[in-house]
């Protein structure tokens, strides 16, 4: 399953990367993350709630940077579980950014995703459609938040 | 098994447990607890239809339908379809319009078959092809055996006194 | 886990105020996602022996009542509905199968709120409204604030949903639901449940919802409201379904893509009045 889309945060390019690859940004930006750490550089963990209707899942991921070209291009991979390896689900994510228009930051993301196991069963058909909404409310949350940094200086 | 006690009436007896969990369905008690094994476990989430009962004379999912929620109800499996007290070997007369019309192939799904057959022809009508196609639209024969199946339903719908 | 079978609402509202409080109305639903893995709640509040959620009931002004726990079948051969509110018996009738029928519940459908589900545009089409109980008393939700994103509805936790309620249909409108699945009984690729009232050649009453086409069932009353005291030809129709699409955000799935339903959705809309528009004129 992939799913591709862009935002636009006003804030230049060097200031966007470091807020994309600082995760404490990132983590409070992530709809449902309870907690990031980072274990290395390169390796974070994290603790993500996912809900859907009736069905909620906790998954304990893994996002590794495998690729980075500072400051408009990384690749991350994520691997999580959930439910006692109820489920796995692994994303390969590629995130670019340019320079947009008005002295902004156009930020591109692509993440082709896969889940295996009961979660699997329900469809992803709208499966898609909740990542897609997680997806744009990060954007949303991260754009506040580098234009919060922004004004605050 | 953790749980509580419930007693189910199957078949017209009363059938005591001495502990069923919460999510325990009726399909597994029938099957696990008491034996009765007509109805059959295929998909577990009320696609298929091959577990098939009644409860109170209404055809239902027993894969759906959870144990403890089926106290003081009539529960009428497979096995019940032939009166008590029937010489051995006896059929009721939807399984014998469906044996005489070699209506079985596998056989997993007859018996879900039979139970909604068996409310369809309560209805004392002869009955269309439609009709019984409607009525059996809920239990699905993976040996895709359905022309012999709703003939045979049909034939024991126009044989009736 | 643990099960509970209270015997009045007050009783139910009081069972759900738990962490984990899930209500059993038929069991189609929540039964089949406990076998499947997917949910495990804390505690079953059976909601089999509260009997006013059984019933269903016409008021002098042709409002229908329609309690909770009543189960497809009782819905598709309900007599009190009339005129537009026939709508709702129609698309009872065509959910999944006679077992299934038997066993499934307006509260318990409208609660897990299936995008692909019947009663959804079914009930915004009726302009119906929930009547719902928790904790802090009743409340009442139009259908159209009932259901909110995908498998999301207006639902707080540890309240249900007591009644659904159907306003009096104006006389002489019709009521339809027409629903495209692969095979007879399925989820829907896309449902058109409508209420349609003409006078002569004018619109009087008009309200479409289209299913299956969305996180919750599209309704476009701007241009429904445009349309009524004026004719409903080609050109109004194809101003209603170009509207209609504009809203829609449907899902690829294993019944249909994306793109097949946003296709198909607009041209069974047309069909619908179409053929409600016949029905009204064949009808003395």
């Given at each position: 399953?992939?799913?591709?889309?862009?935002?636009?945060?006003?804030?230049?390019?060097?200031?966007?990367?470091?807020?994309?690859?600082?995760?404490?940004?990132?983590?409070?930006?992530?709809?449902?993350?309870?907690?990031?750490?980072?274990?290395?550089?390169?390796?974070?963990?994290?603790?993500?709630?996912?809900?859907?209707?009736?069905?909620?899942?906790?998954?304990?991921?893994?996002?590794?940077?495998?690729?980075?070209?500072?400051?408009?291009?990384?690749?991350?991979?994520?691997?999580?579980?959930?439910?006692?390896?109820?489920?796995?689900?692994?994303?390969?994510?590629?995130?670019?950014?340019?320079?947009?228009?008005?002295?902004?930051?156009?930020?591109?993301?692509?993440?082709?995703?896969?889940?295996?196991?009961?979660?699997?069963?329900?469809?992803?058909?709208?499966?898609?459609?909740?990542?897609?909404?997680?997806?744009?409310?990060?954007?949303?949350?991260?754009?506040?938040?580098?234009?919060?940094?922004?004004?605050?200086? | 098994?953790?749980?509580?006690?419930?007693?189910?009436?199957?078949?017209?007896?009363?059938?005591?447990?001495?502990?069923?969990a919460p999510w325990t369905t009726l399909?597994?008690?029938?099957?696990?607890?008491?034996?009765?094994?007509?109805?059959?476990?295929?998909?577990?989430?009320?696609?298929?239809?091959?577990?098939?009962?009644?409860?109170?004379?209404?055809?239902?999912?027993?894969?759906?339908?959870?144990?403890?929620?089926?106290?003081?109800?009539?529960?009428?499996?497979?096995?019940?379809?032939?009166?008590?007290?029937?010489?051995?070997?006896?059929?009721?007369?939807?399984?014998?319009?469906?044996?005489?019309?070699?209506?079985?192939?596998?056989?997993?799904?007859?018996?879900?078959?039979?139970?909604?057959?068996?409310?369809?022809?309560?209805?004392?009508?002869?009955?269309?092809?439609?009709?019984?196609?409607?009525?059996?639209?809920?239990?699905?024969?993976?040996?895709?055996?359905?022309?012999?199946?709703?003939?045979?339903?049909?034939?024991?719908?126009?044989?009736?006194? | 886990?643990e099960f509970v079978r209270p015997d009045?609402?007050?009783?139910?509202?009081?069972?759900?105020?738990?962490?984990?409080?899930?209500?059993?109305?038929?069991?189609?639903?929540?039964?089949?996602?406990?076998?499947?893995?997917?949910?495990?709640?804390?505690?079953?509040?059976?909601?089999?022996?509260?009997?006013?959620?059984?019933?269903?009931?016409?008021?002098?002004?042709?409002?229908?009542?329609?309690?909770?726990?009543?189960?497809?079948?009782?819905?598709?051969?309900?007599?009190?509905?009339?005129?537009?509110?026939?709508?709702?018996?129609?698309?009872?009738?065509?959910?999944?199968?006679?077992?299934?029928?038997?066993?499934?519940?307006?509260?318990?459908?409208?609660?897990?709120?299936?995008?692909?589900?019947?009663?959804?545009?079914?009930?915004?089409?009726?302009?119906?409204?929930?009547?719902?109980?928790?904790?802090?008393?009743?409340?009442?939700?139009?259908?159209?604030?009932?259901?909110?994103?995908?498998?999301?509805?207006?639902?707080?936790?540890?309240?249900?949903?007591?009644?659904?309620?159907?306003?009096?249909?104006?006389?002489?409108?019709?009521?339809?639901?027409?629903?495209?699945?692969?095979?007879?009984?399925?989820?829907?690729?896309?449902?058109?449940?409508?209420?349609?009232?003409?006078?002569?050649?004018?619109?009087?009453?008009?309200?479409?919802?289209?299913?299956?086409?969305?996180?919750?069932?599209?309704?476009?009353?701007?241009?429904?409201?445009?349309?009524?005291?004026?004719?409903?030809?080609?050109?109004?129709?194809?101003?209603?379904?170009?509207?209609?699409?504009?809203?829609?955000?449907?899902?690829?799935?294993?019944?249909?893509?994306?793109?097949?339903?946003?296709?198909?959705?607009?041209?069974?809309?047309?069909q619908a009045l179409v053929e409600a528009?016949?029905?009204?004129?064949?009808?003395?």
């Amino acid at each position: 399953m992939k799913i591709a889309d862009s935002f636009v945060v006003a804030a230049p390019v060097e200031r966007t990367w470091r807020a994309i690859r600082d995760p404490q940004v990132v983590g409070a930006c992530l709809p449902g993350c309870e907690e990031i750490e980072a274990v290395s550089p390169t390796l974070y963990r994290a603790r993500i709630g996912v809900k859907l209707g009736p069905i909620a899942a906790e998954f304990a991921a893994e996002v590794e940077v495998v690729e980075e070209e500072p400051p408009v291009r990384v690749v991350t991979v994520t691997r999580g579980e959930e439910g006692g390896r109820a489920s796995n689900l692994r994303s390969d994510n590629i995130l670019t950014l340019a320079p947009a228009d008005d002295g902004g930051t156009r930020v591109s993301y692509e993440a082709d995703m896969t889940v295996t196991g009961r979660l699997a069963k329900f469809g992803f058909g709208v499966m898609k459609k909740k990542a897609q909404s997680l997806a744009s409310e990060f954007a949303g949350n991260l754009e506040a938040r580098v234009n919060e940094a922004a004004s605050g200086g | 098994m953790t749980g509580e006690p419930v007693t189910l009436r199957v078949n017209g007896a009363e059938r005591p447990v001495a502990a069923v969990a919460p999510w325990t369905t009726l399909l597994t008690v029938l099957r696990d607890e008491f034996g009765l094994t007509g109805a059959k476990r295929g998909c577990n989430q009320g696609v298929c239809g091959a577990c098939t009962v009644t409860i109170d004379g209404e055809p239902v999912r027993s894969c759906l339908s959870l144990a403890l929620n089926c106290a003081d109800r009539d529960i009428v499996t497979v096995e019940g379809l032939v009166p008590a007290g029937a010489p051995a070997g006896a059929l009721a007369p939807v399984q014998q319009a469906l044996a005489e019309g070699n209506a079985v192939q596998c056989g997993f799904c007859t018996p879900g078959i039979l139970i909604s057959a068996h409310a369809l022809l309560r209805r004392n009508a002869p009955l269309t092809v439609d009709e019984v196609r409607a009525g059996l639209s809920g239990n699905l024969c993976r040996c895709s055996g359905y022309k012999k199946i709703v003939e045979a339903v049909v034939s024991a719908s126009e044989a009736r006194p | 886990m643990e099960f509970v079978r209270p015997d009045s609402i007050e009783a139910t509202v009081a069972a759900l105020q738990a962490d984990g409080a899930a209500c059993l109305a038929g069991g189609a639903t929540l039964v089949a996602m406990m076998n499947a893995d997917l949910v495990a709640p804390h505690r079953l509040v059976s909601l089999r022996d509260v009997a006013a959620l059984r019933e269903a009931a016409r008021q002098p002004d042709g409002t229908v009542v329609v309690g909770a726990m009543r189960r497809h079948r009782e819905t598709a051969e309900e007599t009190d509905l009339r005129d537009g509110q026939l709508v709702l018996s129609e698309a009872a009738a065509q959910i999944a199968n006679p077992p299934v029928r038997n066993m499934g519940t307006i509260g318990g459908s409208c609660a897990f709120a299936d995008p692909a589900a019947d009663y959804p545009p079914a009930l915004l089409a009726a302009d119906a409204r929930f009547s719902l109980i928790g904790a802090e008393g009743r409340r009442t939700v139009p259908a159209g604030d009932f259901f909110l994103d995908w498998y999301e509805t207006a639902l707080e936790p540890g309240e249900l949903i007591e009644s659904v309620v159907l306003p009096p249909a104006p006389a002489r409108t019709v009521g339809s639901y027409t629903k495209l699945a692969r095979v007879a009984g399925d989820f829907a690729i896309a449902s058109v449940a409508l209420v349609l009232g003409m006078d002569g050649r004018a619109c009087i009453h008009l309200a479409v919802a289209v299913g299956a086409c969305g996180p919750a069932p599209v309704r476009r009353r701007d241009v429904e409201a445009d349309l009524i005291g004026g004719g409903l030809g080609d050109t109004e129709i194809r101003r209603l379904t170009d509207a209609l699409a504009e809203a829609f955000d449907p899902v690829d799935d294993v019944r249909a893509s994306a793109d097949y339903r946003r296709r198909v959705a607009p041209r069974m809309v047309r069909q619908a009045l179409v053929e409600a528009q016949q029905r009204i004129s064949e009808t003395p």
